[in-house]
């Protein structure tokens, strides 16, 4: 039998490209609620990349496939942000725990107002420089804060992973 060349990619690089969009995508909409700042993300994408790089490897080389300079990227990018995203979705979805609550004085609120649209963003600075590495749990969109709220409290419960996830919000002035 004649063996004929392929022209189409092999599917390691579609699960690349998709990985890498719909997966950091994914990661960016699960974490934006969940208690974990943007340095301990990229690690997290980055073992599960160094973790599944050995048996990926394993696996191309068991079928002959010379494509020693694409398994990192592979790993790296395709397989590490689906992965962590299906578990941020995990640890959103499936509760841990009884819900709790955190209640902080807020100390400043600096507001933001783009040119030209009708959005602002409200960050809040709250007591003890509480949450001041997590600026997505301390951001605010179009919502309307005023001098009158000095306290905030925060409505948690934890994931399956242990990993706190943001529930409610309410501002209140005493």
């Known amino acids: ?82 992965t962590a995203c ?9 509760p841990y725990g009884e819900e709790f609550t955190e209640k902080y004085h807020i100390e400043r609120i600096l507001t933001i107002t783009a040119d030209g649209k009708h959005e602002k963003k409200n960050i809040i600075t709250l007591d003890k420089n509480a949450y001041n590495e997590y600026r997505s749990i301390r951001t605010f969109y179009d919502r309307n804060l005023t001098t009158e709220d000095k306290y905030v409290t925060f409505t948690f419960r934890r994931g399956i992973l242990g990993l706190k996830q943001l529930k409610h919000v309410n501002f209140s002035n005493n």
């Not at 022209?7 to 969009?21: C, E, I, P």
């Not at 301990?40 to 394993?58: C, E, L, R, T």
Request: a positive charge; proline letters at 3%; hydrophobic letters at 50%.
């Open 1 to 82: 039998m004649e063996e004929r060349e392929s022209n189409s990619l092999h599917w390691s690089f579609t699960f690349l490209a998709v990985g890498a969009s719909f997966g950091s995508l994914g990661i960016a909409w699960f974490s934006f609620n969940t208690v974990i700042n943007h340095l301990q993300i990229v690690m997290f994408v980055a073992g599960i990349g160094a973790i599944s790089y050995f048996p990926f490897k394993k696996y191309f080389r068991k079928r002959n496939l010379e494509m020693r300079h694409i398994v990192p990227l592979f790993c790296l990018f395709g397989f590490g942000p689906v």
């Open 86 to 94: 299906l578990l941020f979705a995990l640890n959103n979805y499936v």
